[in-house]
């Protein structure tokens, strides 16, 4: 079991690499090797979700996940279901299937709403993917409440990550209405948030974000 965790943390800094082909093969080599009633067996699938989407492999991924809801459901797992209706509904987000992605993120706030109120941090994460889509829509007024939501979550959960994200958000959307003096406010904010919790690339992407603020300034 040590050589399986040993090669999840490999696989892991493979991804984060950008070595897809190479996480992806560790990946399937740890499934093949587990119990799928394991903790380990869930990382695993969980890790190659994230490569089959980043490779663009919509399908896989779909995949992936729906069986993680299922392994979820069988073990009457609020917790697990709500990350694997999350990432399923990423993945329609990533793939540019607005519709259908925000049937799932409803699906998954409803979920929280019910059984787990006071999960801040699976907040945080629904209203900034409910926030992403309605500005990939241009639905700025709206995109802004959400991200607004998203941020007001992110201080309660008191995770860094989760506070860049919904401060780049909100930066995008005022970005979005020509607003760059604010949208600049935020991203250094976000920057900020992600220098806290050691995010280099959310850093970089923040910096992107900044230069283009400061080129299309009007």
Do not use: W
Request: charged letters at 30%; aromatic letters at 8%; glycine letters at 6%.
């Amino acid at each position: 079991m040590e050589t399986i965790r040993i090669k999840l943390t490999r696989a892991f800094e493979l991804f984060d690499e950008g070595r897809l082909l190479e996480a992806e093969a560790l990946y399937k080599d740890c499934l093949q090797s587990l119990e799928k009633s394991s903790a380990k067996y869930k990382t695993a699938l969980h890790g190659l979700g994230f490569v089959h989407a980043s490779q663009k492999e919509y399908n896989k991924a779909r995949k992936v996940y729906k069986e993680l809801r299922e392994i979820a459901r069988e073990n009457s797992d609020i917790q697990e279901e709500h990350i694997a209706i999350h990432q399923l509904g990423m993945v329609e987000r990533m793939a540019g299937n607005f519709i259908e992605a925000q049937a799932l993120f409803d699906e998954e706030l409803k979920l929280l709403e019910d059984c787990k109120p006071d999960f801040h941090l699976g907040f945080a994460a629904n209203f900034y993917e409910q926030g992403f889509i309605m500005l990939k829509r241009h639905r700025l007024e709206e995109a802004e409440a959400l991200m607004t939501s998203s941020l007001e979550n992110s201080k309660l959960s008191e995770d860094a990550i989760c506070l860049g994200c919904a401060y780049r958000g909100l930066g995008e959307v005022f970005l979005a209405k020509h607003k760059n003096e604010e949208a600049k406010l935020y991203f250094l904010k976000s920057k900020k948030a992600f220098e806290k919790g050691n995010d280099e690339a959310g850093v970089n992407d923040v910096c992107s974000l900044l230069l283009q603020a400061d080129s299309s300034n009007g």
